[in-house]
């Protein structure tokens, strides 16, 4: 193998080292690949580490036998080896077939040419080949684009994103989550496959969407990109009515959280709450995602502020959790819109709720100092009555008529019979 100048020196984990070590022992080639060098680049550490090599699986298998492996897509080539518990997926050199309906490559074979792997890749920025020794191995420009913050596809993107739709979601969560500018050509592209999204599952997109909305350049991405989200969430590009500025910016205002973003993403769905669990629906959130979020929207009008009895059943209707998170979101949203009034009251009701919280005071049935057996035992009949007489207490603690104390709600309870 040639050896090239290395002016580059990341400080790779000691198990990663093994492993390349270990590679070349074998007499194999062996680069780490993809986001771990894009992020050391940008002077990020790498969450995890790939490599990419000649060897086939079972070569790999032959020389990594002393290790804990994992066959993580055999068909793929992927095997995962655990070094010091530290997993890491080693790639065979693939070159992908011919794909069919826009995500799934027809066949996937193996090459002994680093070149052509990296041909493959969707980014140039992810194409980018290191190793401590032998230095980077860039044939498309990789380090150009990160030191210009720019998302260019490897080769032809309109036929890249032909291949596969899913690089075009990559592409807006890349630049989201990076902070980087998608390169001309590739964005005409973007706009012109989005259709091919259709393609795409639920999951896939359900996991880039919420990684887009979390990126610091998310307000750029959703007031540029909206139309590629058009073929996938249609009911939600017709609610925003064309008005992706507002939206994008209410987005990027509120917290770093992956309940607010969507709740802020769906704002143009507030008044039609059907549509909005349906989307979730379809994009497979989980059962308590849905309904917080769910939760959420339906209180988007909600002042969130008044009397203590009024923020008591505040606290009371959606939960600590969601009370403290409605009113982050709603002064965000004040802040960003500059209305310094709303966010003042919003500061002082957040105060009085964490004091609530802190003090365990009492928000729902269950934090009542009574329970059903306790009015059970004064004759209250179970079942409807019960949870009536139960509801009723927690009103009359909430408006202050009695104090959330067990003799005192007893005597509250006789008295109303
Ligand atoms: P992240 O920080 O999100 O993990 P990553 O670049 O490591 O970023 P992965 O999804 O882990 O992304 O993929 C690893 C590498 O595999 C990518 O860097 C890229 O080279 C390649 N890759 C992943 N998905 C695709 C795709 N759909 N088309 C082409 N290449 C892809
Ligand atoms: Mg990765």
Redesign the pocket.
Known sequence: MQKEKNTFCFPLPVPVLAVLHRLHMAGYEGFL???????FLRGVT???Y?LTTNALPADMHRMFAGYRLIDTGIKHGTVTVLADGMPI?V?TYRV?GDYRDSRHPTEVRFTANLRED?A????T???LAYHPDLGMRDYVDGCADIAARRIRA?GEPRR?FE??A??IL?AL??SS?LDFSIEEETAVAAHACAHLLKNISAERIHEELR?LLCGQNVQTVLTTYADVLAPVLPAWYCAARGDFATLAARVAAVPNDPISRFTAFLLPLGDDLTTADGLMADLRFDRRTRERIGKLLAHRKDPCTGDLAALRRFVAGLGGEDARLLLAFHWALAVAEGDHDRAESLTRAAKTVEGLLQKGACCTVRDLAVRGEDLAALGCPTGKPMGDALRALLAAVLDGRVENEKEQLLAYFQAQQ
């Open positions: 690949v993809g986001g771990c060098v894009r992020d790498p969450h995890d790939d997926e790639t992908d990296v493959r890749r969707d980014f920025m992810n194409a490897v890249r291949e596969d899913l690089r990559r969560r890349f989550v990684k």
